[in-house]
Every structure is written in C-alpha cells, then in structure tokens.
C-alpha cells in the first residue's frame, strides 16, 4: 500500500475530524482524483444508512448512532457536522453515483471492547499528533498552528496540486508513529487490521482508483506493508454483540465536547463558518457579531465593523500569522464592540463561536418504536426539540398545554430529562407550569433504554411506575412516584402504586419517613384537582399519615445534635405546608378530618415550643409557624422569645431558636422591621452574650441575617442604631412600641388615601379628589 500523493496506490487522505480546511482539501483531492469507490473511517454496519445524507431533510450536524440491542446504554455517537471531511466525502459520492463505505472496526465490536474494559487501558499515555507538531514549529497553541496550516491555506497548499497536502501530512504522521508507535492507544492496532483488510477487498474490486477518508493519525498503518494473515490474527477473538444503527440529530454545542471521533473542536461555530463563507471569512464574521450585539440593544455601527476587521489583521500581522484566527478575531471584539469587557463577549463565543445549531434527520431513518411515538407526538404538540435552553410557560386549564405537560413529566419519569421544573413567574396557582427544556443529543440513547419498558411514551412510563412502585424500598420514594403519576396522568399504574403506598405506609412507624412522604401526598392531591383525577384514596392515606406524625413528632424532637435539628425543622415545614395543603384538598380528604388535624397540627407545635427538651431551632420556628397562622398573639411570641433568649439559656441554644424562629421563614427580616419589641428582645440578649460564646454564636446569626434582602438588613441596622426613643419604655417591656406604630390606628389619615386607591382601581370615575391645602388634584406637582 502506498502514501497519499504517490502515482500508485490508493488515495489516502489524512484528515483533521471536523476541520473545515480539511473538508475543503478532501473535495479538492476527490474533485481532481475522481475515484471509483470512497472508503470513509466508520461502522461498517452504517453502510445502509449511507443513502440517507442525500435526503433533502438531512441537515448537518447529525451523527450515527449505534446502541447495543441487549443494553441500548451501552451506546456510541459518530457524529459529522457539514464541515466534517467524512461528510464531505459521502456527499461527493452520492452525488457523482460512486460507492461509498465506512471501513472502521464494526460498532458490533467496539461496543463489545467497550463492555469488557479492553477499549484503553487505564493509564496509557495518548499523544496528540497536532500539539507535538505544532510545539515542533514553535507554536505553544496547537489551534494557532492547524489553522495557520491548514484552515487559512488553499486547498492545494499553494503549490498547485490538491494531493500535496495530503503527502506533506502523511509524511509527518509517519514520523510520529515511529517515535510513539500507537500512542498510547493499543485498540488502534485492531481498528487499522480491520480497515487495512477492508482496503485490499475494494482494491481488488475497484482497482487502484480507490479513495480513503481517515484520521491523518492512522494514514501510516494503513500504507504499511502487512499480510492478510496478521491482519486477521489480530482480530481473532475480539468479542460481539448485536447492535443497532440509525441517524440522529447533532448540535455544534456537542461538537465542542472530545466525543465520537474523539476530536472534539472548541469553536464548531467558527469552523462552519470558515467552511461556508465564499471570501473575506473576517469581514463577514465581524458582521455576525455585529448582528448578534445589535439584536441585544447594543450599539454597534458601521464604523465598529470596519475598526475591529483592521485590529484583526494588525493583530494578525504582528503575531506572524497568514490571516486573522480565532483568537485574533476574539481580542478585536473584545476591544471594539465590547468595549474591553468579557460580558457581551461571553454571548458572542456561546451563540457564535460554539453556536446553537441543531441538526435534522429524515422520518426515514430507522428509529425505536417509543422514538417514532415521541416524534409524533412531539408534531401533534407543535413541542419542537431545540439545542438552544427555552421557557414554556403552560395553562394546564387549555388542553394543548396540558398534553404538553403530560409528555414532558411521563419522560422524567422515564428518565428522558428533555425539560425541567421551574419556578413559575407572576403565578403560583396549580393550574400553570414553568419548563426549562433543551434537547440534547444523547436523549435519543435515553429513548432506546427506555424503550424496553414500552413502545409509547405512555405504555412505557406506566409499566417504569409500576415496577418502581413494586421494588421501593422507603415510603417517601413511593409518595414521591405517586406525585409523578398523577403529574403524567398515569392512571392505569396509580392503583398498583396506590396498594404499595398503603401498605409501605401500615408497616413504616419512623416518624422522620411519614415526615418525608407527607409533603408529595399532600402536593399530590393538588395536583389531583387541576387534572381532574380521582384521589380519594390517596387523600385518607395522606390524613392518616398526618394523624400519625402528630402523634409521634413531640418525642421525636428530643435529644437531637445540631444536624439532626435542622433535618427535623425542616420536616416541620414540610408538615405544615402539607397540612395547609390538605385543607385545601376539599372532597379528595375524608369529610370532617381535615378541620380536627388542623387543631392537632397547632397543639402539636404549641407543644414543641414550649418544652425545653426540644432543640431550639425546632422550638423557634414552631412558634413562628403559630404565629404566622394566627394561633399565637405577638404578645405570647415575645413571652416565648423572652425565656428562650433569657439569660440561663446557652448562648448557642438561644441563637438556634433565633435561627427558627426568623430564619428561613418568608418575612423574618419584616416581622423584626415592623415589631421592634421582638428586635429589642434579641439586640437586649446578643449585646449581653459573653465575649467567650459570642464566636459560638456568630456562624448562626450571620446564617439567619445573611439572608434577609438588602434593604431589610439596611432598615435593622438603622433601628438597633436609634435604639429606643427617649423617656420611651425599655427595650423589650410590653408597653414598648414600634417607632412610627402607635398603639392605635389614626382613621383620619387612613381615610384620606381612599379616593386615590379608589381612581386607581377604576372604582371612581368623578373628578380627581384634591388636596385640602392647595386645591391641586392630589398627585399633581406644583
């Protein structure tokens, strides 16, 4: 066998994986060669797919996709984008009506090394061919020297002839692999046997007008002189298992990761660009970024387009390279259009340089039958995969969003994790849903594993629940999947997650996990009522589970470290808001339950904050659940807080209670703001801690006053610095009020803002009320 760029022989064409100088060199060589038969590096299995690139809804990046059947997990992606030399070269092929093969070990094979552990050894050196090269010329950027030599030359190196380039890196490959032989990749030996053995049968049925499109790494092996017999006996013995291949779709942004052809390129975006653009790359470069910036109301002109492509080449040109790269076109845009700053020019690498372009593939393509389902109901939901992150903000009350809403929760399930929850803006009623979705391309392997559970995105989550629902192994992962049921509406596996649930909850009797399985019942009966599902059962498990914690939660919260508190108040919470929940569930709890476990609910956290025994962040924040709930006066919350804070307390115990009672809580910091009585009380304690205790202390209190907004710590610090006004009462006494909050209301001055309330909400259509003194409309200046 010979070298590219010799008269005899087959044509080798060492190429870079993804790099658009190569594709171009690699259609030069095949334009001026006119082979017979193209070999591409490969699965050979993928051969029948070969046909499918010509299809006009075929659009780059796409990759092969090969999963073994027993274990679709097990899987690997060839991915080509429309810069890639391997696609180029099919493309060319298809077009002029020449064969066109892949020649690489069969995936039947590699996936099988893969199981076995025989894919790299641990521990091998690898080189990388182009960083000792380009340390060889002096460059310390090995991206710098690909593409000073490649990306910014002709095809034809200058010298006229389209194989030239070709032969100069196959020379300098040579010369590698006899100083680092395979490089610290032994499988490569049996990858090369394979293709070396794939090389002779098209020769002897095509000739010598035979083409080769491969890594430049292994142009060498490939031209080496070897017998049949050695190649063979390398390959005997390598293990197999049965796979599958189809297409499927690629993003730039996957590109950028060192996968497939283990080639992973840091600017895909950039590349295709230098592939697509006729003339003048840096020019219309600077106009993509110029577009980009402008659509982010930044104000780019003419003039800055101009200033950034002369920077460029200046920088270019003291930097001894043959035209601008990548990082020259970076620093000019940094310095231009962003004004020095590394803000803007974070979108500019995120959309441009990486980019968010999403391939597709044709229906034809061979795919799963829960993939094919997925594809349609995807169509039918007008719910199109994009490799860029979205919002869909759904109305689970209209019937599209709703459905939209059961596919993407029936795919959690599934651990398809094409969109997750997010907090909803502006709502937080039931009836909407945030989703934060972003499709990538290894979902389609999580696909193939789920497809083993069923052929519909419906059939399959609902078996997935019941076999969870069968081998749970904790009450709260059952709670947890009967949320996610009735989120995806599975209601052919409610009832067996229904009887586990039952059954798990007769036979658990530690509190913490009835503590931890509550809140997802609860939620769940909420969820019930949106959409229109039977939840009756679920609602008296839930009610019997609270029955049951009220009981068991007062011993439970004795003896507890400092760990173990936080978890425990943190169940509170959790127990309370189900609780609230539960209340709410109407007609989906037992009749009567719910008003008498509201009752226990609060005597059970009257009980937690007044016992001693009970940790103090427990005690704090029980009675400030009672206090927010109307089931405690402000007056019996600074009873409470006075003995807690008094000084035969710890001081590490008292600052646990503070912690509980306004840390973490929603309105902690404005329940100090606005009851300076409470503020007193603590400023009175923490102004008296002992200098030995107070670094005890500090780590809790700054954990609960770190968290209050801005403006809130702001208005605290201005009101310990005021202290109490003067001759006023002491500081924590009941008789003191809040500065600016008398001890009644004035309904004179209440009453003069009515009017205005009232033009503001449409309720007054008279004439504008006006101010007593100046008979101006109030609001109106002067």
Known sequence: MTRAGTSAGPLLLGVRHHGPGSARAVLAALEAARPQVVLIEGPPEGDALLSLAADEQMKPPVALLAHAVDDPGRAAFWPMAEFSPEWV???????????????DLPAAHSLALT????????????????GVLAETAGYADPEAWWEDVVEHRAPDGGAGDPLAPFAVLAEAMTALREVYGDGGHPKDAVREAYMRIQLRAARKEFGEATAVVCGAWHVPALAARTTLAADRAL?????????????????????????????????????????????????????????????EDRFISSAHVIEAVRLAGGLAAVRGRPMPGLTEATDAVRAVMCEGSDVPLALVRDRLVVGETLGEVPDSA??????????????????????????????????????????????RLLDVGWGDRAASRGSTGTFRETWRLRWEPELHVRVAEAGVWGTTVLSAATAKAESEAVSATTLAQVTALAERCLLAELADALPVVMNALADRAALDADVSHLAEALPALARSLRYGDVRATDTASLGAVAVGLAERICVGLPPACTGLDADGAEELRRRVDGIHTAIGLLAGAGSATPAGAVDGLRERWAAVLRKLAARDTVAGVIRGRAARLLLDDGQLTQDEAALLMGLALSPGTPPTEAAAWIEGFVGGAAGGGMLLVHDERLLSLIDTWLTGVRASAFTDVLPLLRRTFSAYEPGVRRTLGE????????????????????????PGSDESRADAVVPVLRLLLG????????????????????
């Open 89 to 103: 070269a099919i493309r060319w092929a298809l077009a002029h009506g020449v064969p066109a093969r892949f020649i």
């Open 719 to 742: 009101l310990v610095r005021r202290g109490p006004a003067p001759g006023g009462p002491h500081p924590g006494s009941p008789e003191a009020s809040p500065s600016g909050f008398g």
């Open 115 to 130: 199981e076995t552990g025989t894919e790299e050894p641990p521990g091998s050196p690898a080189v990388d061919p182009i």
């Open 763 to 782: 309720l007054d259509t008279g004439p504008a009320p006006r101010d007593a003194h100046t008979d101006r409309p109030l609001g109106a200046t002067a």
């Open 235 to 295: 390959l005997k013995g390598v293990p197999k298992v049965k796979t599958e291949l189809t297409w499927v779709p690629w993003t730039h942004r996957r590109l950028a990761r060192h996968s497939g052809y283990g080639a992973g390129i840091d600017s895909p975006g950039w590349y295709g660009h230098l592939f697509g653009a006729p003339d003048r790359p840096v020019e219309r470069w600077m106009t993509k970024v110029a577009g980009l910036l402008r659509d």
């Open 366 to 411: 061979p795919a799963v039958p829960l993939q094919r389902d997925l594809n349609r109901r995807q169509r039918t939901l007008r719910l199109k995969p994009e490799a860029s992150e979205r919002e869909l903000e759904l109305d689970l009350r209209k019937d599209n969003d709703a459905a939209r809403s059961r596919l993407l929760h029936r795919l």
